[in-house]
């Protein structure tokens, strides 16, 4: 059952006949009062709730009922109805615990997407699952690790993927923020619709509208074809925003809108179109430093982080570390070709002791860029400990050109022609030197214009 709480006679039939038109039981109330009388008596599953209910837009008796609500029943979803005018009136409720917000005028699409979301979240229990019986239910083979901290993540992406929760996934670089993204879109409804990647790091402000929401021939002096946005190209599927701390402040507006009215404009069109996608992000930024900091907005987070998902760092996982290597130790010895590749036990136990600041990525180019160097069938310490030495988070003496001496891609064009010459023109080890991939390295080869003679590995 759900309550609409509304003092607009309007408002409470339209949300009723939305919300009965998916087989929900709704009873309103058209004053505080009443409204935390059913919710004492009737016991509802869901409350929407308008936040003002005189003539001004302070919302303060809204507001009050929802403390009031919260205190007799921390758990019960809330969503609020508020309009762009009083935005942060919806903030100040998010911070109050309400779950969600809807916009005035709403997108029928985002208000039952919403409220089924919150519905399903809440009838459904966290329980202590074992690795095999995680497997038995859900789609996680390029998640390694059994370590309690991750089994729990687990258990929480097997609860929300089906539904559409906008998830932000938090944790230091390296750690498998995009791995958790795709177990998300995996074990999702969405299975079969695309799961679209953006690095909105790598995104300027200029570039921002035309790279999301498209552009047709003709919006700009280099529009010479129509481009079809990220958005558009996730329609119906799973959109996952990396870095999102990174995002530039005109651009968080323009992000904040599409989310909230799932509506955007093509670049040099003036017809608007809908979206229906998964909305996962994820940094490795404290976004509520940001928000205190006025460098990432509020209401943009409590859009996004309806479940927050944070990912440990490796050293807080240690146990892990055996698995992980042997699952990077079974793959290569298929790539390059090395069936007796093993580690010894002496190895093993001192790679569980590393730091490893650089998380799951670094072990990985680290076990990687020994395999390559060495010739043994059995890695010892000393491989990794002489591929070690060679990384770049323990090389703390390396010099630095001077600022204004040389540009980044100068730089950059330096260090691919020693990686070169260094492995003698061999792409992959080249590249794991540099911690790439080989179509990465090749890409900087031709962007650099760098002439090589491809020898074989």
């Given at each position: 059952?759900?309550l609409?709480v509304?003092?607009?006679i ?21 004053s505080?009062?009443?409204?935390f ?8 599953e869901l409350?929407v ?19 009031k ?16 005018a ?12 309400a779950?969600?917000?809807?916009n005035k005028?709403?997108?029928?699409d985002y ?7 919150l519905l399903?979240?809440?009838?459904k ?10 497997d038995?239910k ?12 991750l ?17 932000l996934?938090?944790?230091?670089s ?7 993204a795709?177990?998300?879109h995996?074990?999702?409804?969405r299975?079969?619709?695309p799961?679209?990647?953006?690095n ?8 921002f509208e035309?790279?999301m929401?498209?552009?047709?021939r ?10 079809t946005g990220?958005?558009?190209?996730a ?14 402040a ?9 989310l909230?009215?799932?509506?955007y ?5 003036s ?21 205190a ?33 042997n ?11 090395r ?7 002496q ?9 490893l600041?650089g ?10 860029r ?7 069938n ?35 064009a330096e ?7 260094f ?6 080890r ?8 080989r ?10 214009q ?7 590995d």
């Amino acid at each position: 059952m759900i309550l609409i709480v509304d003092d607009d006679i309007a408002v409470r039939t339209s949300l009723s006949l939305l919300l009965k038109s998916t087989g929900n039981e709704i009873v309103t109330a058209d004053s505080p009062v009443q409204a935390f009388e059913v919710v004492q008596t009737r016991k509802p599953e869901l409350v929407v709730l308008d936040l003002n209910f005189s003539i001004g837009t302070s919302g303060k008796e809204g507001m009050q009922l929802l403390k009031k609500i919260r205190a007799y029943d921390a758990a019960l979803p809330v969503v609020l109805i508020t309009g762009w005018a009083s935005i942060e009136l919806a903030v100040q409720g998010m911070k109050l615990g309400a779950n969600d917000f809807i916009n005035k005028p709403w997108n029928n699409d985002y208000v039952l997407q919403s409220v089924d979301t919150l519905l399903q979240l809440n009838g459904k229990k966290a329980t202590s699952a074992s690795r095999k019986e995680l497997d038995k239910k859900y789609h996680f083979k390029q998640i390694i690790g059994e370590a309690p901290g991750l089994l729990s993540i687990l258990e929480t992406i097997g609860r929300v993927a089906s539904t559409n929760a906008s998830v932000l996934i938090t944790g230091e670089s390296g750690t498998g923020k995009e791995l958790i993204a795709e177990a998300i879109h995996e074990n999702s409804n969405r299975l079969n619709k695309p799961f679209v990647k953006v690095n909105l790091g790598g995104i300027s402000s200029s570039l921002f509208e035309s790279e999301m929401f498209g552009h047709v021939r003709g919006a700009f002096t280099d529009a010479r074809f129509d481009r079809t946005g990220r958005f558009e190209m996730a329609n119906k599927g799973t959109i996952f925003l990396d870095e999102i701390g990174d995002l530039e402040a005109s651009s968080q507006v323009k992000l904040l809108r599409v989310l909230q009215d799932r509506t955007y404009e093509v670049l040099g069109s003036s017809r608007t179109k809908t979206v229906d996608t998964r909305v996962v992000c994820a940094t490795n930024k404290n976004l509520n430093e940001m928000v205190a900091s006025g460098l990432f907005r509020e209401d943009l987070l409590y859009r996004i982080n309806l479940i927050t998902i944070h990912l440990p760092a490796l050293r807080e996982r240690a146990s892990d570390i055996p698995l992980l290597v042997n699952f990077f130790i079974k793959n290569m010895k298929e790539i390059y070709n090395r069936p007796d590749l093993s580690i010894s036990p002496q190895a093993m136990r001192w790679l569980q002791q590393l730091p490893l600041p650089g998380n799951i990525r670094q072990l990985k180019n680290l076990v990687e860029r020994t395999v390559l160097i060495s010739s043994k069938n059995e890695l010892g310490i000393d491989d990794f400990q002489s591929q070690l030495n060679l990384s770049p988070q323990k090389n703390e003496k390396v010099k630095l050109p001077g600022v204004g001496t040389m540009t980044l891609d100068q730089m950059e064009a330096e260090m691919v022609k020693q990686a070169m010459n260094f492995h003698k023109n061999r792409i992959t080890r080249a590249a794991a030197s540099l911690g790439i991939t080989r179509n990465a390295l090749y890409r900087r080869l031709e962007k650099y214009q760098i002439p090589f003679n491809e020898t074989e590995d």
